[in-house]
């Protein structure tokens, strides 16, 4: 099997490198960001890419947006989400599509060896391996989730500044990003509060009162 692996730990990074080659499966790459994940699927598609959730630069949800470009730009290519944390919004979207060649793991409850090599066995063979706790993590959001809470930390701070009266390029010196950046953030997370489209409306206000409003 051909593996690349994504993780901004170097140590985990070896470490896996190492338990692969054991196991007689070949890592083609092994980089520490989302952008050279992408630039290395593009140069040489795996059988399957193993990917943490929050790698540089915002260290937020960089791989599971990596996870989503993946599927749509190498749709033969497994994904195998290795992380600590249940990134709620943007796994929800990549299992809105194609669930096949897919898994989500949380790496404090992988105790054995094994039971990992065989999850990436199945999403070779366009098989599934989630973790229960992200399943029912997941199945909780659906219910009753507050829309704030699918924020990333970045863009809630984007909001507060919004919230505060600033306008975007202040909240950009502020924050020490750019404008674009922070133009992004703010339609992100208009789309991820659900917040209409409707040209009577701005968008912007509905964002600073739903804020007020939690």
């Given at each position: 099997m051909r593996v690349i692996l994504a993780d901004d730990s170097v140590l985990l990074r070896e470490g896996l490198t190492r338990l692969l080659a054991d196991a007689g499966h070949e890592t083609v790459a092994a980089v520490g960001d989302a952008q050279a994940l992408l630039n290395a699927i593009d140069e040489h598609p795996p059988d399957v890419a193993v990917i943490d959730v929050r790698m540089p630069p915002t260290h937020t949800d960089e791989g599971l947006r990596a996870a989503l470009e993946i599927r749509r730009r190498h749709s033969g290519v497994g994904v195998l989400v290795l992380s600590q944390y249940v990134e709620k919004t943007y796994a929800a979207r990549l299992l809105a599509g194609d669930a096949e060649g897919l898994g989500y793991l949380l790496k404090d409850r992988v105790t054995e060896v094994a039971?990992?090599?065989?999850?990436?066995?199945?999403?070779?063979?366009?098989?599934?391996?989630?973790?229960?706790?992200?399943?029912?993590?997941?199945?909780?959001?659906?219910?009753?989730?507050?829309?704030?809470?699918?924020?990333?930390?970045?863009?809630?701070?984007?909001?507060?500044?919004?919230?505060?009266?600033?306008?975007?390029?202040?909240?950009?010196?502020?924050?020490?990003?750019?404008?674009?950046?922070?133009?992004?953030?703010?339609?992100?997370?208009?789309?991820?509060?659900?917040?209409?489209?409707?040209?009577?409306?701005?968008?912007?206000v509905l964002a600073i009162l739903r804020y007020l409003d939690n």
């Open positions: 039971d990992f090599l065989d999850a990436l066995e199945r999403i070779r063979a366009g098989g599934t391996a989630f973790d229960p706790e992200v399943v029912r993590q997941l199945l909780t959001r659906t219910v009753h989730a507050d829309p704030l809470s699918t924020l990333s930390p970045r863009e809630t701070e984007v909001l507060r500044h919004l919230a505060q009266g600033y306008i975007n390029t202040v909240i950009a010196e502020r924050l020490h990003v750019s404008l674009s950046t922070v133009e992004k953030h703010i339609h992100s997370l208009m789309d991820k509060l659900e917040l209409p489209r409707d040209p009577g409306y701005s968008r912007r």
